[in-house]
């Protein structure tokens, strides 16, 4: 028996419901297996508990999540907390501290939902956005001064560096290689950005070279929109920089059909400390409670969370429960139907156990 030790924080929102949706699912996976295990404890971090105590999480917080193999994680962000102090106070510290350098995005059009897309359907778009998650444009560097006064200046500086950049890039080559089209789109804007930006294309170039099996090309990130747009097929993994992926990502979970289904795994590739699992979307204030939220995007990051830890039979499984329950069209209403959480996650279960 394979026993793994996961830290749950579903914090604010519909953080709480998916991610409570998400345990019963690896409940399941557990008990239709029967050789592996999950301890799951569960951690009150959040903007309650920053309202309780004025920070989001203990200040040994990252201590207790390093005795983790993966944590599981909601949403942050509350009507009445800056979003920035939630951001800050829990999920950019994990990120940072443990170094999760590769923020991984798949997208694809699951049976059974419908793209924005007029012609595309499963098969059309199926992608790996792999994210810069340590440095670049959230690097946290800048500053303000003369505040108030009409010289006020806000810096925001975005840090590139030949090891962050490097490291990325790596990943994504090795991740384009192991998909069957092995191919990598390297997204810059290094037209007007002429320094990080183009030190970007240089490392691409150089990496590039130790996979010469892989097919890549530069794009920059504006008439990326459009070809992800007009040409979703034309792509397969794609690399970018913090603030890009994330714009992309956004723009790739809608064409898909809803960011309610888009997961995402924060990775640390050596493995010096725990990896985080969390759904795309955020807290959603407006369906909190409703219990109408979407719980796939939760159960396929479940999905990345076991395939992280060398559970890929698992991890089929649950991913093949995921596209017959879709394919039934069993959905929540942000994707077209009338089923609530609990329902999706009933029939998730029961496609894990009849499997
Ligand atoms: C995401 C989110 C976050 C980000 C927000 C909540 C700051 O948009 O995971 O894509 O930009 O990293
Ligand atoms: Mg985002």
Not at 22 to 27: C, H
Not at 277 to 296: L, M, Q, R, V, Y
Not at 332 to 344: I, N, R, Y
Request: with cysteine; proline share 5%; net charge negative.
């Amino acid at each position: 028996m394979r026993n793994y030790k996961i830290a749950a924080i579903p914090a604010d929102g519909i953080g709480t419901e998916v991610i409570a949706a998400g345990v019963s699912v690896l409940e399941s996976l557990q008990k239709r297996l029967g050789n592996v295990s999950f301890a799951i404890e569960h951690f009150d971090w959040g903007s309650d508990y920053y309202k309780k105590h004025g920070v989001m999480m203990p200040t040994d917080g990252l201590e207790t999540l390093k005795n983790f193999d993966a944590i599981y994680f909601g949403a942050v962000g509350a009507p009445d907390v800056p979003d920035h102090i939630t951001l800050w106070g829990l999920r950019l510290p994990i990120c940072q501290g443990f170094d999760q350098y590769a923020n991984v995005r798949p997208t694809k059009i699951l049976p059974g939902i419908q793209s924005p897309l007029r012609n595309a359907g499963p098969g059309d778009l199926d992608w790996v956005i792999v994210r810069e998650n340590s440095e670049g444009e959230y690097s946290g560097h800048g500053g303000r001064a003369h505040r108030g006064l009409p010289e006020e200046v806000g810096t925001e500086v975005a840090i590139f560096t030949r090891a962050g950049v490097s490291r990325i890039m790596r990943y994504a080559f090795k991740l384009a290689q192991s998909r069957p089209r092995k191919l990598l789109t390297v997204v810059t804007k290094s037209n007007a950005q002429r320094h990080g930006m183009v030190m970007w294309d240089e490392i691409a170039a150089e990496v590039a070279k130790e996979f010469p099996d892989v097919t890549w090309d530069k794009m920059l990130v504006d008439a990326m929109t459009v070809r992800m747009t007009l040409h979703p097929q034309s792509l397969d993994t794609i690399v970018a920089t913090n603030l890009h992926a994330d714009i992309l990502s956004d723009l790739a979970g809608s064409l898909a059909g809803s960011l309610g289904v888009a997961p995402t795994a924060n990775i640390d590739p050596q493995r010096r400390f725990p990896s985080m699992f969390e759904p795309i979307h955020g807290s959603a204030f407006d369906i909190t409670g409703k219990g109408i939220a979407n719980p796939i995007a939760s159960f396929w990051t479940a999905a990345q969370m076991l395939e992280h830890l060398g559970e890929k039979e698992a991890a089929t499984l649950l991913m093949s429960a995921i596209d017959q329950v879709c394919a039934a069209g069993i959905k929540t209403p942000d994707v077209g139907g009338k089923a609530t959480t609990l329902e999706v996650t009933e029939a998730v279960i029961t496609a894990i156990i009849k499997s």
